[in-house]
């Protein structure tokens, strides 16, 4: 039986409530779904095994062949196993820290129709005990970090999870967790039932206008995973208004001749400039996927991109023409040492403990980011570029 999405789906819910016109616009989109997205279906599978396995004490041979069975499907990776376990331990470490049992639901299916018409969704694990009631999500994603902070998805699943359960308990703290570990990324962030109830009568009338498919149409990160992201009418107008530097105070205006523009221009322009250039990026590949299926692009073509030369003859043959030259097999090849990631996913994590000492962390290159990033500003002894170097 195939899956069955709500209009006002809480996975999208940060495009809805900014874009309201696109929630129709994208129900009504064919239903595709890309490696990446079929990658973290069959993550999401081994989760629900796993934890259902621990809450059911379920026998290991039993658990075994379920795993098993998924671990036959082409997108599985080692590394999965070690990943979908991180997910496993921590919900562990949040149910073994009551007094007592708490409850644990698995996939649970859960109705938020009373703040966004026809809403509803499954959340991955809903944990209450007492007063708490506790939201954890699995991302298997590593493009970009998943914030719990006001995050709207999982305040869906908790507005539905309050309605299901405020009979049988007093909640009063909402805990929402975000498990996304192959980015090393664990976020948690709470918020009282007042203050969630309270948002969720603030979205009714966005909601409302969503499922109706009115409002204004907005262009912004939100668009990132629109059926109609690239195309968009209202993201192409604003981002070629960008591209006239449209900004919020005028274009840089050089002053007592200065030919140079100032570090305030700089963050100004960088704060516009990127999303115009994930809008470019967007139109080149949708021009190109246009162009091969016969469909003219005025002004631009597919052409043939740069070819690389590669063997076509058993290594055995290569190995033997050495040979009759006089120069060794063994220049053919080169022997490296694997990366520390890389020795990890061969070996599993389990295993691989036992180099704790063997290796280190470095420091990551300096990288520019929008000042809202969680991470803290680069801090060396000297400049950020000689701390660097050194």
């Not at 709207?152 to 507005?159: F, I, N, V």
């Not at 246009?290 to 190995?319: C, F, H, M, Y």
Request: charge should be negative; glycine fraction near 6%.
């Amino acid at each position: 039986m195939p899956d069955v999405h709500a209009v006002l789906s809480a996975s999208s819910a940060s495009r809805w409530l900014s874009c309201p016109p696109s929630a129709q616009i994208c129900a009504k989109a064919p239903d595709t779904q890309s490696k990446y997205a079929a990658e973290g279906t069959l993550a999401h599978e081994m989760c629900e095994i796993k934890l259902t396995a621990y809450i059911a004490a379920l026998p290991k041979r039993t658990v075994t062949a379920r795993l098993n069975k998924l671990k036959k499907n082409e997108l599985y990776d080692p590394e999965m196993d070690a990943h979908t376990d991180t997910y496993l331990d921590h919900i562990k470490k949040i149910a073994l820290s009551f007094p007592t049992k708490a409850l644990i639901n698995v996939e649970k299916r859960v109705d938020y129709s009373a703040y966004a018409p026809e809403g509803f969704g499954t959340a991955d694990c809903i944990i209450l005990h007492g007063e708490d009631l506790y939201i954890v999500d699995f991302k298997y994603g590593k493009g970009i970090p998943v914030s719990a902070e006001n995050n709207p998805q999982l305040k869906l699943y908790a507005l539905g999870a309050y309605t299901a359960f405020r009979m049988f308990y007093s909640i009063k703290n909402i805990h929402l967790v975000i498990i996304q570990p192959r980015l090393d990324n664990i976020s948690e962030w709470e918020i009282s039932i007042d203050g969630l109830l309270e948002w969720g009568e603030n979205i009714k009338p966005i909601a409302k206008l969503a499922y109706e498919g009115g409002g204004e149409f907005s262009s912004g990160e939100h668009c990132r995973f629109c059926s109609i992201a690239t195309t968009c009418r209202k993201r192409a107008v604003d981002n070629l208004e960008l591209a006239k530097y449209e900004f919020a105070k005028p274009v840089p205006v050089a002053k007592d001749g200065e030919p140079t523009i100032s570090d305030d221009d700089v963050g100004a322009i960088l704060s516009k400039a990127k999303a115009l250039k994930k809008w470019v990026e967007d139109i080149e590949e949708y021009a190109l996927s246009q162009s091969l299926e016969g469909n003219d692009i005025p002004g631009w073509k597919a052409v043939e991109g740069r070819g690389k030369r590669e063997w076509t003859a058993d290594p055995a043959k290569i190995e033997n023409r050495l040979s009759g030259l006089g120069l060794p097999p063994q220049i053919a090849y080169e022997r490296e040492l694997l990366s520390v990631a890389k020795l990890e996913k061969a070996i599993g994590k389990t295993a691989f403990a036992d180099f704790s000492d063997l290796w280190q962390k470095s420091r990551g290159a300096p990288t520019l980011v929008p000042e809202n990033d969680k991470r803290p500003a680069y801090n060396g002894g000297t400049t950020a570029a000689e701390d660097f170097k050194q």
